[in-house]
């Protein structure tokens, strides 16, 4: 056997399986992304979901790892294509849809829109309209966090356009310094 082959082959060994639950977790947070998502642009196509709609479709995988991997008070704060991640964390569809609706019954009374989800109950700082103010927000949590003694973290979403902003190294630099989580 080739020493590549052998490898190869060691590494698959030691590789966990994935559990059926798992997958059948990633799969439900998947699919009830993908269908509020279409719900939500047919809803803005006639006209009944007012200003912008930034909807979350081909990103639905990261918002089915993360719940995998976050905890219930584990926080998270991103940007304004962010619906998908704000039903990840446990916010309801219908709270969800009445917030695009501007209805008094979303998630933030239905003044935040489809840019401005969020749920402290959640833990879900949602999102945020200026392109990478959701990095140092993140650094703040993570910093709240360490302060408050919990053993929570502080998760940032943002895209390739807020990692051009200075707040992104100036966060990093404090959240090294300080060691926040």
Partial sequence: MAPATKTA?????????ISK?????????MLRIRKFEERALMAYSQNKIRGFLHVYIGQEAIAAGLATGLKPDDCIVTGYRQHGIGLMKGITSRECM???YGKSTGIVKG???SMHFSSA?????????IVGAQI????GIGFAEKYKGTK???VTMFGD?????????ESFNMAMTWKLP
Avoid: C, H
Wanted: avoid cysteine.
């Fill in 9 to 17: 082959s060691k590494a698959k060994s030691k590789s966990k399986k």
């Fill in 21 to 29: 639950a798992t997958l059948l977790k990633w799969y439900e947070v």
């Fill in 98 to 100: 009445a917030e695009l």
């Fill in 111 to 113: 003044k935040g829109g």
């Fill in 121 to 129: 109950q959640y833990k879900y700082f949602g999102g945020n309209g």
């Fill in 136 to 139: 140092p927000i993140g650094a």
């Fill in 152 to 154: 929570n973290i502080s």
């Fill in 161 to 169: 356009g807020a990692a051009r902003q200075g707040s992104l190294y």
